[in-house]
T-cell receptor, first 114, second 112 residues
Framework: NAGVTQTPKFQVLKTGQSMTLQCAQD?????MSWYRQDPGMGLRLIHY???????DQGEVPNGYNVSRSTTEDFPLRLLSAAPSQTSVYFC?????????????FGSGTRLTVV | AQTVTQSQPEMSVQEAETVTLSCTYD???????LFWYKQPPSRQMILVIR??????QNATENRFSVNFQKAAKSFSLKISDSQLGDAAMYFC?????????FGTGTSLTVIP
């Protein structure tokens, strides 16, 4: 039972580069989301999905793109990396939309944009 | 807008002692859920305890318990018999509908 798998764990990008953070879950969870964690700001929601083919914006969506073609996968794309996107990124999933039973988190990706 | 406030950026506790972490939230919902998550240095987010707003009884998980005061919109976490492994960042979180909000976290240090 792998839970939520995030790759890569660490990444360094140059300003203007693009990349995709991968997230996969094997729990048949309908709800998946991406958060960024910055010091003193807690976790902020970037995008979320309530099922395959359905995505929506969270609190800080600018500069990020998502798609949900399958229940299992929810990749996060950085279109043109900026230093302000230096952060730790977490993917989370839940069986119930809205996380009434809490979220299962991936192990995070530490991204540095130089 | 719903917000979650953790007013203690840092706390410390002697090993084997008890510590309480504070959390307040703002909501107009009557049906919601509250959580405490632990984030050790490994960065992994671990669910510690969960409380359903319609339940008056405070949730308990081994050495972890909450004091849920619905009218005051307060949700504190008590850690009893603190252990070195309890050292971590602790996040309070609120969920209602498809919204999930986190506080800014409290960094807990356990002193041997």
């Amino acid at each position: 039972n792998a839970g939520v798998t995030q790759t890569p764990k660490f990444q360094v990008l140059k300003t203007g580069q693009s990349m995709t953070l991968q997230c996969a879950q094997d729990m048949n969870h309908e709800y998946m989301s991406w958060y960024r964690q910055d010091p003193g700001m807690g976790l902020r929601l970037i995008h979320y999905s309530v099922g395959a083919g359905i995505t929506d914006q969270g609190e800080v969506p600018n500069g990020y793109n998502v798609s949900r073609s399958t229940t299992e996968d929810f990749p996060l794309r950085l279109l043109s990396a900026a230093p302000s996107q230096t952060s730790v990124y977490f993917c989370a999933s839940s069986y119930v939309v809205g996380g009434a039973y809490g979220y299962t988190f991936g192990s995070g990706t530490r991204l540095t944009v130089v | 807008a719903q917000t979650v406030t953790q007013s203690q950026p840092e706390m410390s506790v002697q090993e084997a002692e008890t510590v309480t972490l504070s959390c307040t939230y703002d909501t107009s919902e009557s049906d919601y859920y509250l959580f405490w998550y632990k984030q050790p240095p490994s960065r992994q987010m671990i669910l510690v305890i969960r409380q359903e707003a319609y339940k008056q009884q405070n949730a308990t998980e081994n050495r972890f318990s909450v004091n849920f005061q619905k009218a005051a919109k307060s949700f504190s976490l008590k850690i009893s018999d603190s252990q070195l492994g309890d050292a971590a960042m602790y996040f309070c979180a609120y969920s209602a509908g498809n919204q999930f909000y986190f506080g800014t976290g409290t960094s807990l240090t356990v002193i041997p």
